[in-house]
C-alpha cells in the first residue's frame, strides 16, 4: 500500500518561514521523481517544485529563490523549505510520486499552507 504522508503546513505570518516534510512508504523511492504542488481556492493544482533521484530540482517561476526542495533517500522523505512566504502562497500543498519506470503517480492527502498577518 503506497502512503505519502505530509506534515509541517500551518498559519505563519508574511515573511516567515515553513519546512514541509513528505515521508513515502510502499513504493520504490528511488524510482520516482518526487515534487511538491499546490492549489488555492478557485485555482487548479500547479507545481511547485519537484526533484529526481539524482537531486536535479525544477521549481515554478514563482517561488524560485524563496523555496528549495531536497530529498533523503535513505528516509524516503522529500522536503519543501518555504521562505519568506507571501499571502499568495496560501493554498493546500500535496506531495507527489511520480514513477520513471512504469509511470505511476501518487499523491499525499494534503497539507494547508496559510500566510497571513
Known amino acids: 500500500q503506497v502512503q505519502l504522508v505530509e506534515s509541517g503546513g500551518g498559519l505563519v505570518q508574511p515573511g516567515e518561514s515553513v519546512r514541509l516534510s513528505c515521508a513515502a512508504s510502499?513504493?520504490?523511492?528511488?524510482?520516482?521523481?518526487m515534487g511538491w504542488y499546490r492549489q488555492a481556492p478557485g485555482k487548479q493544482r500547479e507545481l511547485v517544485a519537484s526533484?529526481?533521484?539524482?537531486?536535479?530540482?525544477n521549481y515554478a517561476d514563482s517561488v524560485k529563490g524563496r523555496f528549495t526542495i531536497s530529498r533523503d533517500n535513505a528516509k524516503n522523505t522529500v522536503y519543501l523549505q518555504m521562505n519568506s512566504l507571501k499571502p499568495e502562497d496560501t493554498a493546500v500543498y500535496y506531495c507527489?510520486?511520480?514513477?520513471?519506470?512504469?509511470?505511476?503517480?501518487?499523491w499525499g492527502q494534503g497539507t494547508q499552507v496559510t500566510v497571513s498577518s
Open positions: 507527489n510520486a511520480q514513477g520513471i519506470i512504469f509511470l505511476t503517480q501518487y
Open positions: 510502499g513504493i520504490i523511492f528511488s524510482n520516482h521523481v
Open positions: 526533484i529526481t533521484n539524482g537531486g536535479s530540482a
